[in-house]
Every structure is written in structure tokens, then in C-alpha cells.
């Protein structure tokens, strides 16, 4: 990538792409549905990041490393972002579509780190790590995400439906 000053470069740019992406990618009703994925995703990818950086990966050009052993733009800003922009598309589809369209965002994450671990000092896999590690971790991780939007819809379209018929009873009466 043509050594690490431009890697920063290359990550500075990409901080400053995804936090002006990320208000227009919460306009979309339902707010608190896309809020509760990003804030999901990022808590527990920073969670599991610690895990994977003891055992697995380093980072050896990442941004705040002084404060991060982790790295925070991918685990706070552009993973998050993709989730909740693959929630938002697979909002309404079946089980088959859902894992169907997962495939248009793991596929090229996978193929982003096995290029980055190849030719970069972004990222260096140890102890066994293969680029199928990225693609199952990424996978589960994106339905599992997906998995939580689903439970959180259905007790709030439970506690929608309290209401109606709480006013449906008021107007009876």
C-alpha cells in the first residue's frame, strides 16, 4: 500500500467517509432499530476483538494506538455501518434472502482482509488464523446481529399491538 504513512492516510480517510455516512444511514425509520444494530455490533465486536487480538490477529497500523490494541474504525465505525446497512436491507426478507444477501458483504470483507494481511502492515493473522476464520466469524456475527433486530421487533411490534387494543378498548367504552 506503499508503507505505513499512507496506511494512516488510507485509514484517516476512511474514519472521515464513515462518520459522515452515518447520519444518513440512520434517517431510515426505523431509527431505533438501526441504532440498537450499530450499538450491538460495536460493543461486541470491541468485546470480541480483545479475544481475537490476544490469540489471533494484530494490527499493526491502526489509528489511536496508544489508547487501541484493537481496531476501533473497524469495530466502532465501518463494521457496524456495513450491519446496518445489510439490516436494512434484508428487513423484510425470508431466512433464505437474508443469508443469500449476507453474501454481498461477507464475501468482500473476507476478501478486503485476505488482500490487506497480504500486502499491508493493517493486519497480520497468527496461531492458525485463514481467511475462512474471517468469513464464518463475520458471517455469524452479521445473523446473530440480525438475529437480535428480529427479537427486537417482535416484542415491539407485541407491545404496538398491547396498544391498539388498550385504544380499541378505551373507544368501546
Given at each position: 500500500?506503499?508503507?505505513?504513512?499512507?496506511?494512516?492516510?488510507?485509514?484517516?480517510?476512511?474514519?472521515?467517509?464513515?462518520?459522515?455516512?452515518?447520519?444518513?444511514?440512520?434517517?431510515?425509520p426505523?431509527?431505533?432499530?438501526?441504532w440498537?444494530?450499530?450499538?450491538?455490533?460495536?460493543?461486541?465486536?470491541?468485546i470480541?476483538?480483545?479475544?481475537?487480538?490476544?490469540?489471533?490477529?494484530?494490527?499493526?497500523?491502526?489509528?489511536?494506538?496508544?489508547?487501541?490494541?484493537?481496531?476501533?474504525?473497524?469495530?466502532?465505525?465501518?463494521?457496524?455501518?456495513?450491519?446496518?446497512i445489510?439490516?436494512?436491507?434484508?428487513?423484510?426478507?425470508?431466512?433464505?434472502?437474508?443469508?443469500?444477501?449476507?453474501?454481498?458483504?461477507?464475501?468482500?470483507?473476507?476478501?478486503?482482509?485476505f488482500?490487506?494481511?497480504?500486502?499491508?502492515?493493517?493486519?497480520?493473522?497468527?496461531?492458525?488464523?485463514?481467511?475462512?476464520?474471517?468469513?464464518?466469524?463475520?458471517?455469524?456475527?452479521?445473523?446473530i446481529?440480525?438475529?437480535?433486530?428480529?427479537?427486537?421487533?417482535?416484542?415491539?411490534?407485541?407491545?404496538?399491538?398491547?396498544?391498539?387494543?388498550?385504544?380499541?378498548?378505551?373507544?368501546?367504552?
Amino acid at each position: 500500500m506503499g508503507g505505513k504513512k499512507n496506511e494512516k492516510r488510507f485509514l484517516y480517510g476512511l474514519l472521515i467517509l464513515s462518520i459522515a455516512i452515518l447520519p444518513f444511514l440512520m434517517k431510515r425509520p426505523p431509527k431505533k432499530e438501526w441504532w440498537l444494530a450499530y450499538t450491538f455490533n460495536a460493543v461486541s465486536n470491541i468485546i470480541l476483538d480483545k479475544w481475537v487480538t490476544r490469540n489471533f490477529i494484530s494490527y499493526p497500523t491502526r489509528l489511536f494506538p496508544i489508547i487501541f490494541n484493537i481496531h476501533i474504525l473497524y469495530n466502532a465505525f465501518l463494521y457496524p455501518i456495513v450491519t446496518v446497512i445489510y439490516n436494512q436491507w434484508t428487513s423484510k426478507d425470508n431466512l433464505i434472502g437474508i443469508v443469500y444477501k449476507l453474501l454481498f458483504f461477507t464475501v468482500p470483507l473476507t476478501i478486503f482482509e485476505f488482500w490487506a494481511e497480504r500486502k499491508t502492515g493493517l493486519i497480520k493473522w497468527s496461531n492458525g488464523w485463514q481467511w475462512y476464520h474471517t468469513f464464518l466469524s463475520v458471517s455469524l456475527k452479521s445473523l446473530i446481529t440480525r438475529g437480535v433486530l428480529s427479537i427486537s421487533r417482535i416484542f415491539r411490534d407485541k407491545k404496538t399491538l398491547k396498544t391498539v387494543n388498550r385504544k380499541k378498548d378505551c373507544s368501546l367504552h
